[in-house]
């Protein structure tokens, strides 16, 4: 106990403020989504949650599905985050952040590359949790292919962030002598989370001009 305890004193205080940062984002994901939804109950039925694991488990296996993969942790892979990201953008961003939440801790048990457990949640389950704000954006923002490009934006960059404060704060010693572990960490996970966008989103707005989003919306949205 004595040393978990020390173990969060030495936590620095950039941890502790992008924690609570993503804490509030998600807070507000919640709030957004009950009023939106205020004259009817919102709720997780039993077919989103079926929904929702089928997605996180396509997720889990396509990421097994490596194209590059990087010497301290991330890869480039067959489309992985965009089943979790369909998820939530069908069904919005609560079910959406759960569902991000458990590809994270399935991530983490596929194989961890971590410094301690902070670096942990910074890598896998708040990493991932980003990916349900891909459904945050209004309806308000007509065209399909805008709203969800902003939101594979939104996700990934969540994302980046999370990997690049754990790279910068625990990885920095694999920095190039002499370089910032900001500036390393930053090129780092920007090197292969840039591929993972552009290839999600040319894939994820095929799949949105096909009858496959258009079933998905119609049985799956609230």
């Given at each position: ?7 969060l004193s ?7 403020v992008?924690l609570?940062?993503?804490?509030i984002?998600?807070i507000t ?9 205020k004259a009817?109950t919102?709720?997780?039925t039993?077919?989103t949650?079926?929904?929702g694991?089928m997605?996180v488990a396509?997720?889990f296996?396509?990421s097994y599905i490596k194209?590059?993969?990087m010497?301290q942790g991330?890869s480039i892979?067959?489309?992985?985050m965009?089943p979790?990201?369909l ?9 959406g952040?759960?569902?991000g939440l ?10 961890a590359?971590?410094a301690?457990?902070i670096?942990?949640l910074l ?5 991932f949790?980003?990916l349900g704000?891909a459904g945050i ?8 292919e805008?709203?969800f490009?902003?939101g594979i934006?939104?996700a990934?960059l969540?994302?980046?962030?999370m990997h690049?404060?754990s790279g910068?704060?625990?990885?920095g010693?694999y ?14 996970n ?8 552009v290839?999600t989103?040319?894939?994820g707005i095929?799949i949105?001009r096909t009858?496959?989003?258009k079933?998905?919306k119609?049985?799956?949205?609230n």
């Open positions: 106990m004595n040393e978990f305890l020390a173990s030495e936590t620095p205080m950039m941890v502790w992008s609570g940062i993503f804490v984002l998600l994901a919640v709030i957004i989504k009950s009023q939106k939804v009817t919102p709720k997780l039993s077919k949650l079926a929904f694991g997605c396509l997720s296996i396509l194209l590059f993969e010497p991330g892979t067959l489309v992985s965009l979790v990201i998820f939530a953008f069908v069904c919005g961003p609560t079910a952040i759960i569902a458990a590809y994270g801790f399935l991530q983490f048990f596929q194989g590359y971590a301690n457990w670096s942990i890598d896998y389950p708040l990493a949790a980003w704000f954006l209004p309806k308000a923002i007509k065209s399909l805008l709203r490009s902003l934006l939104i990934i969540g994302r980046f962030c690049l404060l910068a704060i625990f990885f010693e920095a190039p002598e002499g370089m910032n572990p900001w500036i390393y960490s930053a090129i780092y920007a090197g292969f989370l840039s591929v993972e966008f290839i989103l040319i894939i095929i949105l009858p496959i989003y079933y998905l119609i049985t799956f949205a």
